[in-house]
């Protein structure tokens, strides 16, 4: 009876515990802003990193190491709060604020559109978590320099000379998803804070505040002389991927007048054997947070002979709504012999996802994806928001060109192995669940956001 006795005891004071935590940690929920106006739920982990972020922006910072707060006005009187806000949404870029251990401390939220990160999401993280992992000692580098270098004191505040430097960031990754994508950013700042009065150097409250923007690694949109007079062309495409623009380079190559191919679907020209592998890769470009795709495949000719080209797509908005417009392709002629051999990259890659489903399935599975998409865009734009910020599926892009921007997680051999252990029927049934998930994932993201 005693042990038992105990024994509830015990459970009960535990139970207490547990509750007075719970109890703290609603309230942290309540009080803090960025836990409060948050748009999901947080776990209680997040509720403590972002209350020590809170405490951090707003007590360390503005704090001197006698504990007194100073306040400066640095922002001009024609200015607003709503105007410095409108300005941050339509710069290429976002704020980033750092300690000097590399602790982010704030992080505007017009980094979801570039990067695919809540900004919540990345608050109190290291910064290092989010760099590729060939970058982070070169940062880390930057980080020491800045520390050890002269300071120029100015009054109680000390600030270090502007500094510049390129790494590579990790975008959102999707559950199940088998890439991992990475975005060139160049950061441009400096080490500001309070001065120390033991040393000469920067004090243990001085924060790294710097502007990020992303560096275009498209090479799509500016073609040098060089590259104009190669053997390719420019079309223009509906989602549906109906042409409508082609310039006259696509008549020396394939005998089709660009007026004859306008409003006609570019899949029409396609070899039927390459239908699901550019349908797939069509699929992947809408998917992707850079909305750009690479697809290699054979195209019929006038004289009823086919030829190998590449495409590399990249999708457009309308700068009035900011919704997808079309999307336009740069088609590259290649030879033969390099021809079959992406080609032949292409379906030893991705051909695990798409052998089991037919071309029927797919035309289907795009229809219906992009009718949600659409409404998704619909929804966005009415609640005055970039359409950009979205949480995209769980495919990647298919740019095959930038090997330091794609880091395979797993090796396509793998998911050859699985169809070797479990057969081929197993296998079927794991690609078809695999995509019934995807679309599935894809209308419950709407839900979750909220």
Known sequence: MESSSSRMQRNFAEKQRRDKLNSYINE?????????????????????????????????????????????????????????????????????????????????????????????????????????????????????????????????WVSSERCSFFCRIRERSQPRSEVLTYQVIQVVGHLTGPASEKAEGPGPNCLFKTFVRLVNTNPYKELSLREACQDEYVTRHKLDGTIIFADHRLSTLTGHLPHEVLGVSAHKYLHPSDMAIAMFAQKQMFASNSGKGVVVYRLR???????????????????????????????????????QRELQTFFERFSPHITAMSVQE???????????????????????????????LVEPNLYLGSDCLVKIKREPHDLQGDALIHGPEAAHGWHMANSQESVQQDDGYEAEDT
């Not at 060939?134 to 109680?156: I, K, N, Y």
């Not at 495409?311 to 700068?319: C, F, H, T, W």
């Not at 035309?363 to 609640?383: D, N, P, Q």
């Open 301 to 339: 000719t006038r004289d009823e002979s086919f030829i190998f080209l590449r495409s590399s797509g990249y999708l457009q908005y309308d700068q009035a709504t900011m919704q997808m417009d079309h999307f336009v392709c740069i088609n590259t002629l290649m030879t033969e012999e390099e021809g």
């Open 362 to 392: 797919l035309g289907e599975f795009f229809a219906t994806y992009a009718a949600r998409r659409t409404a998704k865009l619909a929804a966005f734009t009415e609640g005055k928001q970039d359409p950009l910020s979205l949480a995209r």
């Open 28 to 156: 942290l929920a309540n009080i803090v802003p960025m836990v409060s106006m948050a748009s999901k739920r947080l776990d209680k982990t997040s509720i403590l990193r972002l209350s020590a972020a809170h405490l951090r922006f707003y007590q360390t910072p503005l704090a001197s190491e006698r504990g007194k707060v100073t306040k400066t006005k640095w922002r001009p009187k024609f200015l607003s709060t709503d105007h410095l806000k409108d300005l941050l949404e339509v710069v290429d870029g976002f704020v980033l604020v750092t300690s000097t251990t590399g602790k982010i401390i704030y992080i505007s939220p017009s980094v979801e559109r570039f990067l695919g990160h809540q900004n919540i999401e990345m608050i109190g993280h290291s910064i290092f978590t989010f760099l590729h992992s060939a970058d982070v000692q070169t940062v880390h580098d930057c980080f020491e320099s800045l520390v050890r270098g002269p300071m120029q004191r100015r009054g109680d």
